[in-house]
């Protein structure tokens, strides 16, 4: 079992910048892939950002260039930078997890959220 609990949310002005946490605790073999989505209100939750445990990234399209995903395997902490924020980034956004069990069964992580408010 795996419990992720982010971080690291808050009101900022558009251009601004927010720096998110997510760290995952508890029994586990390996925390495979990692990402953030984020869901406003009345829109679907969407993919914001994933890392694999190697470090490959992928971003949705409306963040690219602005926001940076990193992680620190040893700390099983994925992190977001979010820079030249924008109210549309206004969100709640939750941290996501692959994580392999004892018996090799991949299962699949939700936190919390926290929210981002980008006011205009």
């Known amino acids: 079992q795996v419990q992720l609990v982010e971080s690291g949310g808050g009101l900022v002005q558009a251009g601004g910048s927010l720096r998110l946490s997510c760290a995952a605790s508890g029994s586990t073999f390996r925390i495979n892939d990692m990402a953030w989505y984020r869901q406003a209100p009345m829109k679907q939750r969407e993919l914001v950002a994933s890392i694999s445990r190697g470090g490959s990234t992928n971003y949705a399209d409306s963040v690219k260039g602005r926001f940076t995903i990193s992680r620190d395997n040893a700390k099983n902490t994925v992190y977001l930078q979010m820079n030249s924020l924008k109210p549309e980034d206004t969100a709640v956004y939750s941290c996501?997890?692959?994580?392999?069990?004892?018996?090799?069964?991949?299962?699949?992580?939700w936190g919390q959220g926290t929210q981002v408010t980008v006011s205009s």
């Open positions: 996501n997890a692959y994580a392999l069990d004892w018996s090799m069964a991949e299962r699949q992580y």
